[in-house]
Every structure is written in structure tokens, then in C-alpha cells.
């Protein structure tokens, strides 16, 4: 079964944009790092009507995966480690979420790759 992984990031405040961009930078090789990875998408969050809630996010990150099987691919894959690693730095991750969903088969037929 096709599953999606959406994560929803809020970075610390005492980081510089430079190391929020060079860790984006790093984290969008996940892609070509790991072939398992598909519909890959990343990009900044549209803030809502109140952006100081805690509910509010600043970042996203999308992409699926075909199988639970290159689920497991996946997290035994040594670059999404090293990402995380790095992550740890420029994320809060007390106000960052995760989750993976079950795709629909026609859901997972017709999703294409989007730009980050």
C-alpha cells in the first residue's frame, strides 16, 4: 500500500536563515539519495490567519513511498539519518509534527513530482 509522509516543521528562533537554508539545501537531496522516495515536496508554509499560534507551521516537507516495505528502506537509509541529525539544529521539535497516510491506488496513480 502507497504511503505519503507529510511533515509540518516550526524552527528554533535562535538559528540564522543561512543555516535554516543550508539544511533545506541538504535535506531536499533526499530525493536523489534515496530512490525509494517519489512526489517529492518541500517548500514554506502559508501562515494563517494567526501566525503567532503554536498551530502554525513555517515549513513543510511531502513526498511517498510505495510500499510499507520502502517505508522500512527508508528508515534504515543512512542520508534521512543524517538529515535528521542536522534537522536537530535548526528545528523546534517540540512544535513539529509528522504522520504518513495511506494512499488510494488511484491517488498514488496519479500523483506526479512537484518542484521544492
Not at 502507497?2 to 511533515?7: A, G, L, S, Y
Amino acid at each position: 500500500m502507497p504511503i505519503r509522509h507529510i511533515v509540518l516543521i516550526n524552527w528554533k528562533q535562535d538559528v540564522s536563515q543561512d543555516e535554516i537554508d543550508a539544511w533545506i539545501e541538504f535535506c531536499d537531496r533526499i530525493p536523489e539519495e534515496c530512490p525509494m522516495v517519489r512526489n517529492w515536496s518541500s517548500g514554506p508554509c502559508v501562515t494563517g490567519p494567526d501566525p503567532d499560534k503554536t498551530s502554525s507551521h513555517q515549513f513543510a516537507i511531502m513526498f511517498d513511498l510505495g510500499s510499507d516495505e520502502e517505508w522500512i528502506r527508508y528508515l534504515k537509509h543512512p542520508y534521512p539519518e543524517l538529515v535528521y541529525v542536522g534537522g536537530m539544529k535548526v528545528i523546534d521539535l517540540d512544535r513539529t509534527a509528522s504522520t504518513n497516510m495511506v494512499l488510494s491506488a488511484k491517488a498514488a496513480a496519479s500523483s506526479t513530482t512537484l518542484p521544492s
